[in-house]
Nanobody, 123 residues
Framework: QVQLVESGGGLVQAGGSLRLSCTAS????????MGWFRQSPGKEREFVAA??????????TDSVKGRFTLSRDTAKNKSTVYLQMNSLKPEDTALYYC??????????????WGQGTQVTVSS
């Protein structure tokens, strides 16, 4: 069983930065495909970024490319992934979820989810 805990959300002005963290217990993050999703009120949850377990390749939705960077701590006994978010825009406001899965598909079928951390970007 994998448990995920996110942190790092908050309120920031447009153009600012935040770094989200997701710590996994029960497995190392390098053994899992790890993803970030977000959901705004009245909208469906959407894919933001992911790192594939097989080769460490990262994927991003178009709206965050060049602004967000996903990284994972692969040091021994470390189980954290990060989402560095720069040049934030009001439309980035959402509840951000960390997710994990055992397969290599980065967009769907995640088995494990965190509770979410709120990101609010003011204009």
């Amino acid at each position: 069983q994998v448990q995920l805990v996110e942190s790092g959300g908050g309120l920031v002005q447009a153009g600012g930065s935040l770094r989200l963290s997701c710590t996994a217990s029960g497995r190392t993050v390098s053994s899992l495909t790890m993803g970030w999703f977000r959901q705004s009120p009245g909208k469906e949850r959407e894919f933001v970024a992911a790192v594939r377990r097989s080769d460490g390749r990262t994927y991003y939705t178009d709206s965050v490319k060049g602004r967000f960077t996903l990284s994972r701590d692969t040091a021994k006994n470390k189980s954290t992934v990060y989402l560095q978010m720069n040049s934030l825009k009001p439309e980035d406001t959402a509840l951000y979820y960390c997710a994990a899965r055992d397969g290599n598909n980065v967009y769907t079928e995640y088995n494990y989810w965190g509770q979410g951390t709120q990101v609010t970007v003011s204009s």
